[in-house]
């Protein structure tokens, strides 16, 4: 099967190695790739919103399947694009419709949608320019702290809590009247503050039957302890030590079934990954957000961890007989800890040469996220720059490995956390 994969980052990195390693896969082209995607298969230079081109590529390279990676072209309706084109409609594309990529695309649409099929979830209000002024009446008695969201894709950056009441206005203010966010910011959801521990969980579905991907805990914080600026993600564990069989019945009953069930019931075309996120309040799962994809480092621990050929699943969701398979975990604990450039998540430089890449072994694989080539050496093209991931029995073991490979990679500037996964492992006396 000729596949095309959509994306350049570790996520797409972690997706190509795993289906270049398929017996189904004849051949892997991914567009746009990197130097490390490019050694699973074939680096195209096509960007991932540019339909024209990949239809054109498609169609010439006679491929068979095309898995998205990122958000952005699910919720621009790439799966729309090809199931509405002749010459298209006979690829299958894994990931949702436009409409079901609203379920990241916006925050409204997801939480009326958790609201229409009683998935658990914090109380909220949306707000526009329209009501504006009842937003700002809304925060002044709201209880503490105020999560303030913008609706739609702000690059992982849309989310503010606040700690007071001004603090919530002046956000809110910045988000709506001074599009903080650009369009995406037209609109805020307010949430109620859930405290507790999160996790996310991986669902994959062919629209009507559902299976459900090893579980993972990513962290978003920049500093050590989870501290600081936000980030795209400084490294994650797999499997959660926290989410044991009993949480997960309660996972799969009260979010993923009727989540699965409701994109059936409203007719939303669904063929793809669904990223739960979740957080765990009391022993009770809330959902903070749906994501249309995989996530990121998440991928880099879950896919290690998944012993099915991930083609054949995908083909699966793609025939619709997704109930046939069975979803097969590795024992071993995964841990992943991303090696991002200096001042990330700030402004940071890119083309420093990095040295000291080491080859992939079966305890440990190097996943490029970003980087360029210049022919000669590897530079930085990213705020995050390499996500290693080990495999051990223990997850204390999968940790010290990554760490040893992440202190021993080089690059002008680098900064890695070294206390991933630190609520689950012993601190150091």
Same mark, same amino acid.
């Given at each position: 099967?000729?596949?095309?994969?959509?994306?350049?980052?570790?996520?797409?990195?972690?997706?190509?190695?795993? +289906?270049?390693?398929?017996?189904?896969?004849?051949?892997?082209?991914?567009?746009?790739g990197?130097?490390?995607?490019?050694?699973?298969?074939?680096?195209?230079n096509?960007?991932?919103?540019?339909?024209?081109a990949?239809? /054109?590529f498609?169609?010439?390279?006679?491929?068979?399947?095309?898995?998205?990676?990122?958000?952005?072209?699910?919720?621009?309706?790439?799966?729309?694009?090809?199931?509405?084109?002749?010459?298209?409609?006979?690829i299958?594309?894994?990931?949702?419709?436009?409409?079901?990529?609203?379920?990241?695309?916006?925050k409204?649409?997801?939480?009326?949608?958790?609201?229409?099929h009683?998935?658990?979830?914090?109380?909220y209000?949306?707000?526009?320019? $329209?009501?504006y002024?009842?937003?700002?009446?809304?925060?002044?008695?709201?209880?503490?702290?105020?999560?303030?969201?913008? $609706?739609g894709?702000?690059?992982?950056?849309?989310?503010?809590?606040?700690?007071?009441?001004?603090?919530?206005?002046?956000?809110?203010?910045?988000?709506?009247?001074?599009?903080k966010?650009?369009?995406?910011?037209?609109?805020?959801?307010?949430e109620?503050?859930?405290?507790?521990?999160e996790l996310?969980?991986?669902?994959?579905?062919?629209?009507q039957?559902?299976?459900i991907?090893?579980t993972?805990? @990513?962290?978003?914080?920049?500093?050590? &302890? @989870?501290?600081?600026?936000?980030?795209?993600?400084? &490294?994650?564990?797999?499997?959660?030590?926290?989410?044991?069989?009993?949480?997960?019945?309660?996972?799969e009953?009260?979010?993923?079934?009727?989540?699965?069930?409701?994109?059936?019931?409203?007719?939303?075309?669904?063929?793809?990954?669904?990223?739960?996120?979740?957080?765990?309040?009391?022993?009770?799962?809330?959902?903070?957000?749906?994501n249309?994809?995989?996530?990121?480092?998440?991928?880099?621990v879950?896919?290690?961890?998944?012993?099915n050929?991930?083609?054949?699943?995908?083909?699966?969701?793609?025939?619709?007989?997704?109930?046939?398979?069975?979803i097969?975990?590795?024992?071993?604990?995964a841990?992943?800890?991303?090696?991002?450039?200096?001042?990330?998540p700030?402004?940071?430089?890119?083309?420093?040469?990095?040295?000291?890449i080491?080859?992939n072994?079966?305890?440990?694989?190097?996943?490029?996220?970003?980087?360029? /080539?210049?022919?000669?050496? +590897?530079?930085?093209?990213?705020?995050?720059?390499?996500?290693v991931?080990?495999?051990? /029995? @223990?997850?204390?073991?999968?940790?010290?490995?990554?760490?040893?490979?992440?202190?021993?990679?080089?690059?002008?500037g680098?900064?890695?956390?070294?206390?991933?996964?630190?609520?689950?492992?012993?601190t150091k006396?």
């Amino acid at each position: 099967m000729k596949v095309l994969l959509l994306g350049s980052g570790g996520r797409e990195h972690a997706l190509a190695l795993k +289906i270049s390693g398929d017996p189904l896969c004849s051949h892997l082209f991914v567009a746009p790739g990197n130097p490390g995607i490019a050694q699973c298969g074939t680096c195209v230079n096509i960007g991932v919103n540019d339909f024209e081109a990949i239809k /054109s590529f498609a169609i010439e390279n006679g491929i068979e399947m095309v898995v998205v990676g990122p958000e952005d072209p699910l919720v621009n309706g790439i799966f729309d694009f090809f199931a509405n084109d002749p010459a298209l409609q006979h690829i299958p594309v894994i990931g949702p419709s436009k409409e079901g990529a609203q379920l990241e695309g916006s925050k409204a649409f997801a939480k009326q949608f958790m609201m229409r099929h009683r998935v658990p979830t914090a109380s909220y209000k949306e707000f526009s320019a $329209d009501n504006y002024e009842e937003g700002i009446a809304y925060l002044a008695q709201h209880t503490l702290p105020i999560v303030l969201k913008a $609706d739609g894709l702000a690059a992982g950056k849309g989310v503010v809590i606040a700690e007071s009441r001004e603090h919530a206005q002046e956000e809110f203010a910045q988000m709506i009247k001074d599009a903080k966010f650009g369009d995406a910011s037209k609109k805020v959801v307010v949430e109620q503050f859930l405290s507790g521990i999160e996790l996310s969980v991986f669902v994959l579905t062919d629209g009507q039957s559902y299976k459900i991907l090893p579980t993972a805990k @990513d962290y978003k914080r920049i500093g050590l &302890g @989870d501290t600081g600026l936000n980030t795209g993600g400084m &490294g994650a564990i797999s499997p959660v030590p926290f989410a044991d069989a009993e949480f997960m019945k309660k996972v799969e009953d009260r979010v993923i079934r009727p989540t699965v069930e409701g994109l059936h019931k409203e007719q939303i075309n669904y063929k793809g990954f669904i990223f739960i996120g979740l957080i765990k309040v009391e022993g009770e799962p809330y959902v903070i957000e749906y994501n249309c994809r995989m996530g990121d480092p998440e991928t880099e621990v879950v896919m290690p961890r998944l012993k099915n050929n991930l083609l054949s699943l995908l083909k699966a969701v793609a025939d619709g007989t997704l109930a046939q398979e069975e979803i097969q975990e590795d024992e071993r604990a995964a841990a992943t800890v991303v090696i991002v450039s200096g001042g990330y998540p700030g402004d940071y430089e890119k083309g420093k040469v990095i040295t000291n890449i080491p080859g992939n072994n079966p305890a440990q694989i190097i996943f490029h996220a970003g980087t360029k /080539s210049d022919g000669q050496n +590897i530079l930085t093209n990213g705020g995050r720059v390499i996500a290693v991931t080990s495999l051990a /029995s @223990d997850l204390q073991e999968a940790l010290r490995l990554s760490k040893q490979t992440a202190a021993s990679i080089t690059f002008e500037g680098k900064y890695f956390r070294e206390d991933i996964g630190f609520e689950f492992v012993p601190t150091k006396s």
